[in-house]
């Protein structure tokens, strides 16, 4: 009548989307804080908003950091979700649980996906030999970069600790 081991697999498929909804959720967040903080350095640094006063001078540079970590995380989230579930299903299918496997898919999914976002966020430069399409990718990614690392150092702690906790294990899907 009922099969369990039906009822199983389906449970732990849910488990397993779960955990990565989770898993990339948090990495998301994580690698748009860490875009945002190294935005507002080189925006400080770069003596963005030089002429304004102080106090106003650091609110400006971290209102604009937060504008642009909240894009950051609008486009991380639908540009690297293919990247990311690729990586995961590949190593699960694997059995690879290395932090260092998913430190260099997120390097890896910054450098595919930095023709992308110079594509999608164009900006017009007013000097007198603006950067060619490929200078800028190579910019993008080599910003982009420490976000991915991170977040993905974020997505397989995360990922480890939902799946340690769960009462669904992986080894009922094989």
Request: proline share 4%.
């Amino acid at each position: 009548m009922f099969n369990r081991n039906a009822a199983t697999k389906v449970r732990a498929s849910a488990d397993i989307v779960a955990h990565f909804a989770g898993a990339y959720t948090a990495a998301v967040g994580v690698s748009a804080s860490v875009f945002a903080v190294q935005t507002s350095v080189v925006i400080w640094l770069s003596g963005g908003a030089s002429s304004v006063p102080m106090p106003d001078r650091l609110f400006q540079s971290v209102l604009m950091s937060l504008v642009i970590a909240l894009a950051f995380a609008f486009l991380a989230v639908w540009l690297a979700l293919v990247p990311a579930v690729v990586s995961v299903v590949f190593a699960r299918w694997l059995g690879i649980e290395s932090m260092f496997y998913y430190a260099v898919c997120g390097a890896l999914s910054a450098i595919l996906l930095a023709p992308v976002t110079v594509w999608l966020v164009t900006y017009d430069d007013i000097v007198e030999f603006p950067p060619t399409f490929e200078q800028q990718c190579i910019r993008a990614a080599f910003f982009m970069i420490v976000p991915a690392i991170v977040g993905a150092i974020a997505f397989w702690f995360v990922d480890r600790r939902l799946r340690v906790r769960s009462l669904v294990s992986d080894n009922h899907i094989r």
